[in-house]
């Protein structure tokens, strides 16, 4: 098989300087039930939340957010859905609480409008292990919040883990990196997310690789695929392993969730995109050298040209099983009588 590799790789981004930047991080260097990260508060946050491991097999997480200090009181609310199952709601609590089982490791990407005197709204996505080998399907979860708090912007968040049954706790390693940046940011300070990878596509094909890559602890991949010629579907792999090291779990339009495990690859990525169609996609992969490495993605598949006809979406987390390497490499491989057209490209976007 013929690897196509177009554009550059392992370069200094050119993102606008509105773009996120690190306002805070905390990494845990001792056992611990909890964690808090303090930051700089800006109009808008996003939080990567990386569990390295737990010695409790079982638990459950609470999240809060505070002014100064973390506020404990009956000022959250949240509705979330764990695997695909039926929304679940909390009102008036004391917390958000996020489902969670498995001591393995656990990565989230939660994003949040932090105004002052605007309830501070929140979104979620996670990937939960209960078990490691590519033979186990990861867990997921999607969920909204709120914090009821009108007269100051949230400048820390804090997780507790709320298994009451022994001392131990969230593993040093564990972290939670804070970023933001202001509606009317000035143009100074370093973006956090820097583009490693870049495929412009300008022979259409089915083939395509990033080349190698700068090696981040995280990970953002942005996917823009034009077909034609006939049906794509978008499978991943990563340093060029081929092996039964892949699992994943996915919901296509909002059906149940459905999984596979000892794979070959990360299938189902913008699947099956009809000829003369778009997709686009976006990935956070938790990229830990000895961890296996957690990925979440969501899709939107444009279908046939024309507002009479309905996109389809796809919500994904996987995970592969390599606790040796990072990742540096990720190829594209399209297994449908289609090719990936002019004009499609793929960005790679890292930080440690």
């Known amino acids: 098989m013929a690897w196509t590799k177009l554009g550059s790789t392992s370069v200094s981004g050119a993102a606008a300087n509105t773009s996120w930047k690190e306002v805070g991080r905390t990494t845990l260097d001792s056992i611990s039930q909890n964690i808090t990260c303090e930051f700089t508060p800006k109009d808008n946050m996003m939080f990567l939340y990386s569990r390295t491991d737990s010695t409790n097999a079982t638990s459950n997480g609470l999240f809060r957010l505070g002014y100064d200090s973390v506020d404990s ?12 199952n039926t ?3 909390s009102t008036s609590a004391s917390a958000m609480s996020e489902w969670d089982t498995g001591g393995i490791g ?4 939660i994003n949040m409008v932090n105004i002052a005197n605007q ?18 399907a990861p867990y997921r979860v999607e969920w909204v919040g709120k914090w009821a708090n009108t007269s100051n912007q949230a400048n820390r968040i804090y997780w507790e883990n ?70 794509v579907s978008q499978r991943m792999t ?24 000892n794979s070959v690859n990360i299938d189902g ?43 389809t979406r796809d919500e ?6 390599n606790t040796s390497a990072q990742i540096t490499k990720i190829d594209f491989d399209n297994n449908k009588a289609g090719n990936w057209a002019v004009g499609s490209f793929v960005k790679v976007y890292g930080a440690d």
């Open 119 to 136: 309830e501070k709204i929140l979104s979620g996505h996670n990937i939960i292990l209960s078990a490691t080998g590519s033979g186990t």
């Open 73 to 84: 009181g009956s000022n959250y609310s949240d509705r979330k859905s764990a695997y695909g």
């Open 162 to 231: 709320s298994y009451t049954g022994g001392s131990d706790g969230l593993a040093v390693g564990t972290e939670i990196v804070a970023l933001g940046y202001d509606n009317d940011e000035a143009d100074a300070g370093s973006n956090f997310w820097q583009e490693l990878a870049t495929i412009d596509v300008a022979t259409a094909g089915d083939n395509f690789t990033t080349g190698t890559f700068t090696a981040k602890k995280y990970l953002m991949v942005e996917t823009n695929v034009i077909t034609s010629g006939g049906a």
């Open 238 to 261: 990563f340093n060029d392993d081929t092996g039964s090291n892949y699992a994943q779990r996915k919901s296509f339009d909002g059906a149940s969730d459905t999984t596979s495990t």
């Open 316 to 321: 994904e987390v996987f995970k592969w099983n």
């Open 87 to 89: 929304d679940s709601t």
């Open 269 to 311: 990525i913008n699947d099956d995109l009809v000829t003369n169609s778009i997709g686009k996609s976006r990935m956070y992969i938790m990229n830990i050298a000895n961890k296996e490495k957690l990925g979440i993605a969501h899709s939107n598949s444009g279908e046939a040209s024309g507002a009479g006809n309905a996109p």
């Open 106 to 109: 656990r990565f989230d990407v």
